[in-house]
């Protein structure tokens, strides 16, 4: 073979020229296996944000369990040809085989709607029991996910303004972890802690007076609270599973920004041109027996924002380029159609002395679990 015929082969060599990008390369690509991936809680907001996220992502192969089958989002789910299963959580053998063979799970605390559930109990008790009922379905859980050898567990906990897990209190450096037996039994994991999701604003708007809005957040003015889209919680998953080598064994934390009532009420009277009000909560406000009564199980993790004891390590965070596309609150109020029409007054809210409001709040906090 001749020096220029040896130059022309390898000018006219397809596949070095293209490289990745050579379609029968894509082609094998996109014909792999999707990767075997199980979401236990598909039918609350967080959990079916996962879900689209996986699908999005093209490359996972998604179960999607779930207590309660009955919402559009679980029948949006099977229009998609997911498979939806309803499971019993104090009964792992109703799941046990869906999770043979899975590559990863998405697990995550359910003390709020357990909470909801003991209607007939008197606090404490009823956080209590909660709580514990809430550690003995995620302990099952996890011997079921060892049994199964699954490769990499995301385990989801409400870090503040929702729910401290196993009742421990954060202090300066300690936060709260997943249940030991997710390190017992061996299971590589990487605990998702949530914060406050943006969507918790609409919940929080009264009417006021005057054509006002009272924005009804239970903490005093000055406190600072950590927010995200959990439209977005799937894009957190992903991270985890894409850099298992630096998110396995580690806590990952879902924020964008810090807001204080104040903050937050200054940018809805921008974006509305309406006037909204913080309920100036004070500090004797917040430790009343009233406030308990209203927060329940949910007073110990707002304190921790009172006391200013919610402090990450910047390790902790996601990087941008892991989570490229992250919402900010610009981002979010834009693309939220409920909001702008309870801004403008196109859908009701109830009066700031209503006193089924805070119950309308609780059913907020059972969708977005």
Known sequence: MSFLTSKMGKLLDIDSMLGPLDPNRVAGMLTRDPIPTVVFGAETEAGHAVVRSLLSARCYGVVALVVDDTNDLCAG?????????????DNPG????????AKAVYLSTNVIALHAILVHQQEPKRTEFARAADLCQLTKAVHACARAKVGHVIFRTNSCGHEVSLNTLSTCGIFHDAPEELISAGVPTTTLHSSVPYNRIVSWLRNGPNGTLILDIPVPDDTKIPFYAIEQTGEYVLAALHNPKRWVGKDMY???ELFTPTEIAALLTKVSGRKVETAHVTRAQFDSLESHERLTCRWDAWAQLVRGEYRPEPSMFPTASEIPHA???NEWHVSNAELHQVLNGEIPVPHKDDPNAHERERETLLKLA
């Open 94 to 101: 109703s799941y046990s085989k869906h999770l043979k063979g």
């Open 254 to 256: 879902c924020q964008q």
């Open 327 to 329: 919402w900010s609150w």
């Open 77 to 89: 789910l099977r229009d998609d040809g997911v498979p939806v299963i309803q499971v019993d959580m």
